[in-house]
Structure formats: C-alpha cells, structure tokens
C-alpha cells in the first residue's frame, strides 16, 4: 500500500516521504552508534582484556578442586561474579589515575582520561558492579570467596594504585591481588583456605614478577612521564631489574612442581609446567644478556603463554586432590 502511494504520488510527496525515511534511518544509525561507543568505553574501563585473564585464572582454579566438575552455570556465574568485581576494581584504578592515564600513550584513550565518561558514571559503576559480584559469588558458592574478592579489590584500588608513584614495592603488592583470583576460585569450590589454592596463588604470584617487569620495561618512558616507580632499580632498565627477573623465574621453577607434590595433578603437567618455566628462565637471561626492548617485549609475550598453557595443563592432568 505504501509503495503504491509512493509510486503514485507527485514528485514533492515522493521527495518529502523519502526525506523523513532518511531521516529515521539516520536517527537509527546514529543511536547504535551511540550504544556501541558506550559499550566500547564500558570494556576500556574494566580494562576486558586483563579483567578476562584473572576470570580465566579464577575459573581454572576452581574446576581444579576436589569433587568439582565443569558446570555450565556455576562457570559462568563465577565468571559474571569475577568480571564485576575485576572491573570494578579497574574502574577505580582508572578513576584515581585519571590525571597520568591521560600523558600516558597506552592509556590516554581509557574514557574516564579522555573525559567521554564522568568520574560520577565509573563511580557509580564501580560501587553496583563490586555489591553485584560480591552478592553472585557469596550467594551462589561461599562468602569466604566473596570477601576474598573484596579484599582483592581493596588492595589493588586503594593501596597498590597510590603506592606506584611512592615505591617500587608497589610490584610485590599488587602481585598479591593479582593471584588471589586462583585463590578466589580455588575457595569458591572447596569453602576453605587449604593447601591446593595456596600453591595456584603462588604459581600466579610469582609470574607476575618477570611478567610485569617486562611491560614496565617495554613502557618505560611512558611510565616515568607519569610518575611511577615500578622497576626493581630506581635507574630503570639495568642489569640488576635483568637479574631480578631471573631470581622470580628461577622461583617459578620449584614452586610449579607443587601441585604435583600435593597430589592435584600427574607427571604429564609437571613435565609440561617444568618446560615453560626453564622457557622463562631463559627469556630472562636473554634479556640480561641484551638489555634491549625487543628482548624485555619477548619475555612479556613469553609470559603471556606461560600462564594458561600452565593453568590449563594442570587442569587437563587433574587428580584427586588434598
């Protein structure tokens, strides 16, 4: 009937019917561009990339306790309960370094640096995502988890975050948030602090050490401009922070046989977990040995294989665990 009209209409109609559909298609695009900038900014502020590795890490960890299968919908709650509070946590960070995200390459295009969202928006964020997690997780697996995962939050928010501009022990803090999600998940399926989720944190808390210290060498200038001190050498990039990077990757070393000595997991995983940490071992000797950028760029990517072929291996090779 419409295309009748239309057709059988003077020019001016034809023009004018045309008119007002161009338009509402116009209004159309325009709103979905609308959302799908919103959303953009939304993944920038949890920071999705990093907020999926410490899920990945909490998932892993706990299908690695005793009596625990894979569940659809208990992995994917964890998952949506991890992802709040992470991004919660993240939208905090990127709230209190608002001012240096912002003369920072890598991070001037976070929202909240680039004034597309308001402190008050990632504010309210933060505050509905954390209650949200820590309600899903509590309700659905055990509040010791949930609090872990506040605790987490707290310490990378309110203490790691501020200490980067005071002191490079700021590493050895936020190293302990960073590997609680394997504790977190570790809890979530056994309700107790024990043996096998202490060994995933310090699998996890130990590779962070080579692993941040490669970015923080990669990003060098970008973090001095800003103000923060995150090399284990106040000179930055020299032999003894080459050094330290080895010490935590020969660490890594004895510390991945324990899964194996707690009974979690058989020989095929230690053997598989050995190999990638003599594989980190000598991506950091590389780096004493050339101190360049490309050689701290290839122990960053290095470390970036490291942690789920690791996770993953271990939770392929599951056994009957303490």
Same mark, same amino acid.
């Given at each position: 009937m419409i295309y009748w009209l239309i057709t059988n209409s003077d020019q001016p109609v034809k023009q004018r019917f045309l008119k007002v559909m161009e338009s509402q298609d116009r209004l159309k695009r325009s709103a979905s561009f609308i959302v799908i900038d919103k959303l953009k900014d939304y993944m920038l502020l949890i920071k999705f990339t990093l907020s999926l590795t410490v899920v990945f890490s909490c998932v892993v960890s706990y299908l690695m306790a005793p009596d625990i299968t894979f569940n659809f919908q208990s992995v994917l709650l964890l998952s949506v309960g991890g992802m709040l509070i992470t991004g919660s946590a993240n939208a905090i960070n990127q709230i209190t370094e608002k001012d240096t995200d912002a003369l920072m390459k890598r991070t001037a295009k976070r929202p909240v640096a680039n004034g597309k969202m308001s402190v008050n928006e990632a504010t309210a964020f933060a505050a509905v995502s954390c209650i949200l997690g820590t309600l899903l997780i509590g309700y659905w697996f055990n509040w010791t988890s949930a609090l872990l995962g506040v605790l987490s939050l707290f310490i990378y928010a309110f203490v790691y975050t501020p200490l980067k501009k005071i002191n490079s022990v700021s590493v050895l803090v936020g190293a302990v948030p960073g590997a609680l999600p394997c504790l977190i998940g570790w809890v979530a399926g056994?309700?107790? +602090?024990?043996?096998? %989720?202490?060994?995933?944190?310090? !699998?996890?808390?130990?590779?962070?050490?080579?692993h941040f210290w490669a970015i923080a060498w990669v990003a060098h200038n970008d973090y001095t401009r800003a103000g923060f001190k995150l090399m284990p050498s106040t000179a930055g990039p020299t032999k003894y922070s080459a050094i330290q990077a080895i010490i935590y990757s020969?660490?890594?070393?004895?510390?991945?046989?324990?899964?194996?000595? +707690?009974?979690?997991? %058989?020989?095929?995983?230690?053997? !598989?977990v050995l190999l990638a940490n003599i594989f980190m071992v000598w991506q950091s000797i590389r780096l004493y040995r050339e101190m360049t950028v490309q050689a701290a760029r290839r122990v960053m990517f290095s470390s970036y294989i490291y942690l789920p072929v690791v996770l993953l291996s271990l939770l392929a090779d599951k056994v009957a665990g303490v």
């Open positions: 056994t309700d107790r +602090l024990s043996a096998g %989720g202490w060994a995933l944190f310090a !699998i996890q808390f130990l590779w962070q050490f080579p020969l660490l890594m070393v004895p510390v991945g046989a324990l899964p194996w000595i +707690l009974n979690m997991s %058989g020989q095929v995983s230690l053997i !598989i």
